[in-house]
């Protein structure tokens, strides 16, 4: 059985969301990368929404079947220099539909992460769940947080220049909700897990919103997966094999992202089923 309350232990370590991690650090490449990279945080995630496109936008334009599996791209060094491998321009020069990384909102959300963190900016991106894309769902979603006067301000650089928010810079509270603020909504009976999922597939319900949350304490610690990456009971989760034990756990995940700081939020992903295999780490 699965230890339910982990973050009693090992409570020295802590993060610095200014420094890339292991998937977001930018050090690699080329300073003329980042020529005239603001230093305003949203001037920052709105560069970023002329850098990626979705895979079904990049149908639209006819991209080369070859070029999808973009999509698959885990570090954000690999998302630069796929961008600059299509356009050597520096990253603050919009680029046109066919010239952009494809990727999904993810890949929007970690890209503006390490860019903000290359800036010396505080930042973390966050998986949960966006209810305004479709009225009356949470439909699987990424996003950034950045420190802006000692408090997080969320951010979706995807929806930035689209006219799903009018504030897509600063999310206000039910907009957005991580994996774990879902799950803690759910488990007090606020949620209906039935309407949580992913868009346009029949992936909806509690397994979708514990994958969030688990996925969502990763990226808190500097480790932000593929939407699809699984772990630990993650798989077991989604074809209905856990039970009480696991929730269990998942209210811890929930309550430490939620309240915990940096040093707890690091404790708990040292119990070895939270933590990512190095193998999604590349």
Request: charged fraction near 20%; include cysteine; hydrophobic fraction near 40%.
């Amino acid at each position: 059985m699965s230890d339910p309350a982990p973050t009693m232990r090992g409570m020295t370590a802590t993060i610095d969301y200014t420094a890339g991690g292991p998937l977001t650090d930018l050090s690699t490449i080329s300073s003329g990368a980042f020529v005239d990279l603001p230093e305003d945080p949203v001037a920052i995630c709105r560069l970023v929404h002329k850098l990626v496109i979705q895979p079904h936008d990049a149908e639209r334009v006819e991209l080369p079947p070859g070029r999808f599996g973009e999509n698959q791209i885990r570090p954000a060094a690999r998302l630069v220099g796929t961008l600059l491998t299509l356009d050597p321009s520096p990253l603050t020069v919009p680029r046109p539909p066919e010239r952009r990384v494809i990727g999904t909102c993810r890949h929007f959300a970690v890209l503006a992460c390490a860019l903000l963190r290359h800036r010396g900016i505080a930042a973390r991106a966050r998986c949960g769940f966006a209810t305004y894309f479709q009225p009356g769902l949470g439909l699987d979603h990424w996003v950034v947080e950045f420190s802006s006067d000692g408090s997080w301000v969320r951010a979706d650089p995807e929806a930035m220049g689209l006219p799903v928010l009018p504030t897509p810079e600063a999310l206000v509270p039910g907009q957005f909700l991580t994996g774990g603020e879902a799950w803690a909504e759910f488990r007090a009976g606020r949620l209906d897990p039935a309407k949580f999922g992913v868009r346009g597939t029949e992936n909806f319900g509690p397994a979708e919103i514990r994958g969030n949350a688990i996925r969502d304490l990763a990226s808190l610690n500097r480790v932000e997966t593929l939407p699809w990456d699984e772990w630990g009971r993650m798989e077991a989760s989604y074809q209905g094999r856990t039970g009480a034990d696991y929730d269990a756990l998942l209210d811890t995940v929930a309550s430490v992202c939620a309240a915990g700081g940096p040093a707890e939020v690091a404790a708990l992903y040292e119990s070895e089923e939270l933590r990512v295999p190095s193998a999604l780490i590349a």
